[in-house]
C-alpha cells in the first residue's frame, strides 16, 4: 500500500475508533442528567451537569500535561489506556455511587486531555497540508456517526417512558460499556506512518510562527523521557502565547460552549417539556439522532470539498455562525425558558410559541451541522499551522474548548435558557470575527509564497 493510502486508512481506522468509543461515551453524556433525577437511592446525589462541569475543569489542565503523557507513552497506547478511562466512567452508572461517580469525573478529564491530543497528533501525522482539511472532515464524519447509533437504541428503549427505572439504566449501561471498550481496542489497527506521508511545512505556514517555535522539530531521539515530557509542556506553553492562538482562543471557547450545549444541555431540555407528552424522553434519543446527521452532513461535505474551497476555511465558518443563529432563536421561541433546570417532573412554564416536536428537531440538526462547521475547520487550521508541534497545538485548542465547556456546565445548573443561549450567541460572533483574522493572515501568506516563487 502506498504511504498516502496507508495514512488515509488510519484517518478512517481513528474515525471508526472514536465513532463506536463516542457511540457509547456520547449517549452517555447525553442522558444521564436525566437518568439521575430518575434514580432514587440515598447513596447517590449527585448531578449530571456538575460532573461534566468537573470533567471539563480537569481536561482543561490536563490539557498542559497531555503532551507530555504522549511523548512517552506515544499516541496509540495513549489513545487506548485513556480510552479504558472512558469505558469505566459509563460502567459506573450500571449502580452509581456518590464518590465513585465524582472521582472517575476526575479520572475521566485526564484520560479525555491525553485522548484528544493523541488524535489531533495522529490526525496531522497521518496529513499533508494538502490533506489536512479532507481528512478532518473524513474523520468527524466517522466520529459523529456515534450520535446516530447511540441515541437511536435511546429512542427505540425509552419511546413512551415517562420514568427511567433501575433495569432501564443498568441495561443500557452496561450494554454502552461494552460498545466503549470495543472501540478501545480498534485503536491497536493504526499502522506507523511512513515519513514521507507528510510532507514538511509549507513557507506559508512557517512564516506564520515565531521562529522559535516553526524550527521546532519532535525531540532528539537521544534525549530522555523526562526530556522529553519536559520540552512537550514547554512548546504547550510558547505555542498559547502566540499571536495565532491567542486570536484563535474566542472561538476555541465558543466550541466549548456550544459543545455542552447540545451535548448535554438541549437533550434534558426536551426531556423536561410535559407539553411533548409521553414521548418527551424518547425525544432525547431522537434529537441525539439528528445532531449526529447534522455532523456527519457537515463533516462529510466539507471533507469532499474542500480541495475545493477557493475561499479558504471562512465561508464554511461563517455558515456554522448562522446555522447556530437561527436554531438559537427557534429554540428560544420553542422551549420553556426553565427547561434546564426543571425538576424530573418536567417544566410547567410556557414557551413563546406552541412547542412543536418537529421545530424541537429541526434545531438539533441545525446544533450539529454547524457544529461540524466549527470544528472541521478548527481542527484544519490548527493542523496546518502548527504541523511540526501537532500534540501542543491540540493540547492548547482542548485547554480552552474544555475550560469553557466545564464553565458552561457549571451554570447550566443555575442559568435559565435564554441566558445560555444569548451567552452563545455573543461569543460565537466574537469567535468567527477572530478565526476570519487568521484565516485571512494564511491565505496572505499563501499569495507572498506564490509571488515569491515566480
Sequence with gaps: MSPEGKSLLNIIVLGIGFMVMFTAFGTCGNIEQTVIKSFNSTEFHGSGYTSMAIIYAVFSTSNLIAPSVIAVVGPQLSLFFSGLVYSAYIAVFIHPYTWSFYTFSVLLGVGAAVLWTAQGSLLTVNSKDSTIGRNSGIFWALMQFSLFFGNLYIYLAWHGKTHITDKDRQT?????TVISLVGNFLFFLIQKADPEAASAPTEAS?????????DSSSVAPSQGLGSQALEA???????????EMLLLSLPFAYSGLELTFYSGVYGTCLGAMTQFGEDAKGLIGLSGILIGVGEIVGGGVFGILDKCNRYGRNPVVFLGLLTHIVAFYLIFLNIASDAPVAPEEGTQMQAFIQPSVAVALICSFLLGFGDSCYNTQLISIVGYLFRDDSAPAFAVFKFVQSIMAAVAFFYSNYLLLHWQLLIMVLLGFMGTI???????SVIRSRRDSDYGGI
Excluded: G, Q
Design 172 to 176: 443500557v449501561f452496561i450494554t454502552l
Design 206 to 214: 512557517e512564516s506564520l510562527l515565531p521562529a522559535e517555535i516553526s
Design 233 to 243: 509542556f514547554k512548546r504547550s506553553i510558547e505555542l498559547a502565547m502566540t499571536k
Design 434 to 440: 477572530t478565526f476570519f483574522m487568521v484565516e485571512w
